[in-house]
T-cell receptor
Framework: EPEVTQTPSHQVTQMGQEVILRCVPISNHLYFYWYRQILGQKVEFLVSFYNNEISEKSEIFDDQFSVERPDGSNFTLKIRSTKLEDSAMYFC??????????????FGPGTRLTVL | GESVGLHLPTLSVQEGDNSIINCAYSNSASDYFIWYKQESGKGPQFIIDIRSNMDKRQGQRVTVLLNKTVKHLSLQIAATQPGDSAVYFCAEARSNDYKLSFGAGTTVTVRA
């Protein structure tokens, strides 16, 4: 069964450093997403991406965040200057092109980001 | 603000019993409601969804009920098994956008 994969599984970084979280969505999916989950809290939407551009983003997704699809398979989330409060589990998800019909989002296993 | 949430943060169930997990929502514009299961160290896993023009949908051992009058969503798990131990999230979505808005989660623990 196809699945979303993410690397690394755990990233430790110093405050102020840049991190790039990587995701490989399911190959025939066209919509990509990033969510985060602070420990013990609910999953929060960050950004959705379609046709090489951001389709929607939340208030959390400020200028420190960016997303990119550098090639035909990878989808990345970059945090330019990490803060302590960026420590969380980051989930990538993907879905088929539904064109107005809800499509199931498949989630990856997540990357745990720890900012020291 | 509008949000999706769950009534209880924890639920302890005897193996073999039925589980009922509840969720209240406030966004009447939502078109779809989804239940996700999250096991420790893993990402959310889709269980079942229901559209706003339905009030009940059944899957394998699971049933989702939607009461739009009181804006209430529930997940029923029949004959709960140890593998059902996880955190369960309800989420809402609208057909005009694709983001999911998650509730706070209910931790289900199955007692042997």
């Amino acid at each position: 069964e196809p699945e979303v994969t993410q690397t690394p599984s755990h990233q430790v970084t110093q405050m102020g450093q840049e991190v790039i979280l990587r995701c490989v969505p399911i190959s025939n999916h066209l919509y990509f997403y990033w969510y985060r989950q602070i420990l013990g809290q609910k999953v929060e939407f960050l950004v959705s991406f379609y046709n090489n551009e951001i389709s929607e983003k939340s208030e959390i997704f400020d200028d420190q965040f960016s997303v990119e699809r550098p090639d035909g398979s990878n989808f990345t989330l970059k945090i330019r200057s990490t803060k302590l409060e960026d420590s969380a589990m980051y989930f990538c998800a993907s879905s088929e092109d539904g064109r107005g019909v809800y499509n199931e989002q498949f989630f990856g296993p997540g990357t745990r980001l720890t900012v020291l | 603000g509008e949000s999706v949430g769950l009534h209880l943060p924890t639920l302890s169930v005897q193996e073999g019993d039925n589980s009922i997990i509840n969720c209240a929502y406030s966004n009447s514009a939502s078109d779809y409601f989804i239940w996700y299961k999250q096991e420790s160290g893993k990402g959310p896993q889709f269980i079942i969804d229901i559209r706003s023009n339905m009030d009940k949908r059944q899957g394998q051992r699971v049933t989702v009920l939607l009461n739009k009058t009181v804006k209430h969503l529930s997940l029923q798990i029949a004959a709960t098994q140890p593998g059902d131990s996880a955190v369960y999230f309800c989420a809402e979505a609208r057909s005009n956008d694709y983001k999911l808005s998650f509730g706070a989660g209910t931790t289900v623990t199955v007692r042997a």
